[in-house]
C-alpha cells in the first residue's frame, strides 16, 4: 500500500470487489414491529425453502456479466471513504467542527487536482464516501461533496464506489434528527445500546432488520445512485445481528414460532413462544443454536433485500437515463447494463413512465434529501 498525499491510498489492482457490488428487490416500507412481523413471516414461514430459493439468486454476478472494464482491467483503487464530520470526531474532537487544517486537507482531496493525479497514476476506480450515519441534514455538505468529486472522477474517466454506511449511527447527531431512531438501536442483555467496536461511545449499532431503520437507508442507497451516480456500492460492517431490542426479540417469537415444533420449543425451555426471551450462557443448546440462526439468518436476509433494492434502483435509474436498454428487467440487471444506459446518456422518461422493463411502481422518485 502506498499512501499517497492527503489521505488517499493507492491499492495494488486486483482481479474484482464482486461482492461489494449490491443487488436489489424493492420491499415497501415498514414501520411498526407488528408490520415488520407480517413481512417477516413470509421468509421465516416457508423457512429453509425459501432460503433455498433466495440461494439460487446470486448478489455476486458471474465473471461474465461483470462491466467489461472489471473484467479487463482489474482495480487499481484509491479510497478516502470517511466523510469530514467523522474524521472531526474519531481524531479526538468533543465536537464535529473541523479544524482549518482538517477543512484544507479534505477540500484538497476532492479537488480537480488529486482527480488528475489518482489517474496520471494509473488508478482506474476512486472509493469515496456517501453517508457515514450523522443524519441526512447533519451531513447534507459532504453528500454534495460526494456528488461533485464522483462528477470530477467520472468526467476523466474514473471508476466510482461509495460507502453507504458502516452500521452504527454516530448517535450525537442521528438523534435530533430522527428521534425515533433510539429504537433502531440493538441492544445488549442488560438493555445498553451496543457500542461501535465495543468501546466508541459516539457510534451505536443499529438494527438492520428493523423496518423503519430498512427504509430510511433505501433512501441513502438512492442518494448514492441516482445522485452521485455511483458504480459501486459498500455496505461495510455485517457483523452484528439482532440483539435484545423490541424489534429484534418479537422477531425471534416469530422466528421460533414458525420453525420449531412444539416438542423442539419444549426441549428449549420455551413452550410459551410469546414470552420467549433470547438465550442466557446457561439456556439449553437447542435454544442457543436457534438464537445463532437466526441471527445469522437476519444479517443475510437483510444483505439480500438491501443488494436487490440496489441492483433494482442502479437498473430501473440508469435505464430511465439512457432509454430503452434491452435486458434491464427489474430483477435482473448485469453492471455493463448500467454502463451501457450511462454512455447514452440520453435522458429520457419521468417518474411513472415504463423504461427497460422497469415498472412505473418501481421508477425513481425525485430526490428530496442533500
Known amino acids: 500500500m502506498i499512501r499517497l498525499k492527503r489521505s488517499f491510498r493507492l491499492l495494488a489492482p486486483v482481479a474484482l470487489l464482486g461482492a461489494l457490488f449490491a443487488a436489489a428487490v424493492t420491499c415497501g416500507p415498514l414501520v411498526t414491529i407488528r408490520s415488520c412481523l407480517a413481512a417477516e413471516r413470509s421468509t421465516f414461514g416457508s423457512g429453509r425453502r425459501q432460503a433455498a430459493e433466495q440461494a439460487r439468486l446470486p448478489l455476486t454476478l458471474p465473471v461474465e456479466r461483470r462491466p467489461n ?16 464530520l467523522f474524521r472531526v470526531r474519531r481524531d479526538g474532537s468533543p465536537g464535529y467542527e473541523p479544524t482549518s487544517k482538517q477543512l484544507q486537507d479534505y477540500r484538497r482531496e476532492h479537488s480537480p487536482e488529486m482527480v488528475e493525479q489518482l489517474k496520471a497514476l494509473g488508478v482506474n ?20 461533496d460526494a456528488v461533485r468529486f464522483a462528477k470530477l472522477c467520472h468526467g476523466e474517466g ?3 464506489g461509495v460507502y453507504v454506511y458502516s452500521g452504527a449511527f454516530l448517535w450525537e447527531l442521528f438523534f435530533k434528527e430522527v428521534p425515533e431512531a433510539k429504537d ?4 445488549d442483555a442488560a438493555g445498553r445500546p451496543l457500542r461501535y467496536g465495543g468501546q466508541v461511545a459516539y457510534r451505536y449499532y443499529w438494527n438492520r432488520n428493523h423496518p423503519a431503520a430498512e427504509a430510511y437507508y433505501r433512501k441513502i442507497v438512492r442518494f448514492a445512485v441516482e445522485r452521485i451516480g455511483t458504480d459501486l456500492l459498500h455496505f461495510d460492517n455485517y457483523t452484528v445481528g439482532p440483539g435484545w431490542d423490541a424489534c429484534s426479540i418479537d422477531r425471534f417469537r416469530e422466528f421460533l414460532r414458525q420453525e420449531f415444533s412444539r416438542s423442539e420449543l419444549a426441549a428449549m425451555g420455551r413452550e410459551d413462544v410469546e414470552r420467549a ?44 437515463q439512457a432509454g430503452s436498454v434491452p435486458g434491464c428487467g427489474r430483477h435482473a440487471i448485469t453492471a455493463g447494463c448500467c454502463k451501457v444506459a450511462r454512455r447514452s446518456g440520453t435522458k429520457v422518461g419521468r417518474q411513472g413512465s415504463k423504461t427497460a422493463g422497469c415498472s412505473a411502481a418501481s421508477a425513481p422518485t425525485r430526490w428530496l434529501g442533500p
Not at 476506480?125 to 454534495?144: D, I, Q, W
Not at 443475510?300 to 440496489?310: H, N
Open 184 to 187: 433502531w438501536v440493538v441492544l
Open 277 to 320: 426471551e433470547p438465550p442466557g450462557d446457561d439456556s439449553p443448546p437447542l435454544l442457543r443454536f436457534a438464537w445463532d440462526e437466526f441471527r445469522c439468518r437476519s444479517l443475510a436476509e437483510s444483505y439480500w433485500r438491501m443488494g436487490r433494492f440496489a441492483r433494482g434502483r442502479m437498473c430501473c435509474w440508469n435505464a430511465i
Open 69 to 84: 472494464w472489471l473484467r479487463q482491467q482489474g482495480i487499481v483503487m484509491a479510497g478516502s471513504w470517511e466523510p469530514l
Open 158 to 160: 474514473l471508476h466510482v
Open 125 to 144: 476506480f476512486v472509493m469515496m464516501h456517501c453517508y457515514k450515519g450523522a443524519g441526512l441534514e447533519a451531513e447534507r455538505e459532504s453528500m454534495a
